[in-house]
Every structure is written in C-alpha cells, then in structure tokens.
C-alpha cells in the first residue's frame, strides 16, 4: 500500500508551505536541495514512527531511507512494526 500521498501533504505542510502536492515530484532530492535540514529529518522520523506506527532503529537512520517521498514511503513499507509485550 503506498503512502505517497501521505507523506507528500506532510512534508508540503511541514517544509515547502508554497508549494503544491503536484509540484513536488515523488523523487525530490529533499536533503541535498535543503528542503529537510538535520533538525527536519528529526521531525520528519517521529512522525513516521507515529503516523505509521513503526519502530525505526539506529540501522534504519541511513539518509537514503527519507532522501524523498519515495524513498520514505518505500521504507514505512518495509519497515518493521514495534513488538507488542506478550507476542
């Protein structure tokens, strides 16, 4: 399931207020164009975990995975969901 769409309104809401969501193209580069600084990839990664609810580790921290929209809708969907106590 993918989750383009998604991720796309967040950014645009959260970094690029000016642009449409048919502006931003799914490969947008959005950290060598500056889009997301480091404090950006921060808020960018909770959000993930919390909207998708997955768990994202010090292994999954690799730049490439929130690089674009694609990118991070291709990790959330390979992406691990937390343990739940018990199982």
Do not use: C, Y
């Not at 600084?37 to 909207?51: H, M, N, P, T, Y």
């Not at 292994?59 to 990118?71: H, I, K, Q, T, Y």
């Amino acid at each position: 399931m993918s989750h383009v769409g998604t991720i796309k309104q967040f950014v645009i809401e959260e970094f690029l207020p000016d642009v449409r969501a048919e502006e931003l193209a799914d490969d947008h580069d959005l950290l060598s164009d500056g889009v997301i600084d480091s404090l950006g990839v921060l808020k960018l990664i909770a959000w993930v975990e919390d909207r998708f609810e997955v768990a994202i580790g010090d292994e999954d921290l690799d730049p490439d995975n929130f690089r674009s929209v694609a990118a991070i809708d291709a990790f959330v969907s390979g992406a691990r969901r937390p343990e739940v106590a018990g199982n």
